[in-house]
């Protein structure tokens, strides 16, 4: 079973920047796609951003211009770098990865992100 372990999240005040890092069990190399989704309390899960392996990374309109996704070959690891955070990026955000060949969707624990006005 993949294990994803995801770190970076806390507390910032709005404007502030945080970094989460998602560390997979197995090689990068390895998903199809790979990204976050973020929950906030009483809401549903929703896509912050995802990278594929091949092709362009995509965006949540609500934070485009302020999150970038990118991975780490080297240290097998994907971030998610957040800038500008607004009190309205409160959420536990999950790291997932996805594989075609097993037809699974793997995910991590959660990092809780909090932004204080």
């Known amino acids: 079973q993949v294990q994803l372990v995801e770190s970076g999240g806390g507390s910032v005040q709005s404007g502030g920047s945080l970094r989460l890092s998602c560390v997979p069990s197995e090689s990068i190399f390895s998903f199809d796609n790979m990204g976050w989704y973020r929950q906030a309390p009483g809401e549903q899960r929703e896509l912050v951003a995802t990278l594929p392996r091949y092709g362009s990374t995509n965006y949540a309109d609500s934070v485009k211009g302020r999150f970038t996704i990118s991975r780490d070959y080297a240290k097998n690891t994907v971030h998610l770098q957040m800038n500008s955070l607004k009190p309205e990026d409160t959420a536990v955000y999950y790291c997932?990865?996805?594989?075609?060949?097993?037809?699974?969707?793997?995910w991590g624990q959660g990092t809780q992100v909090t932004v204080s006005s």
């Open positions: 997932y990865a996805y594989r075609a060949s097993a037809l699974g969707t793997f």
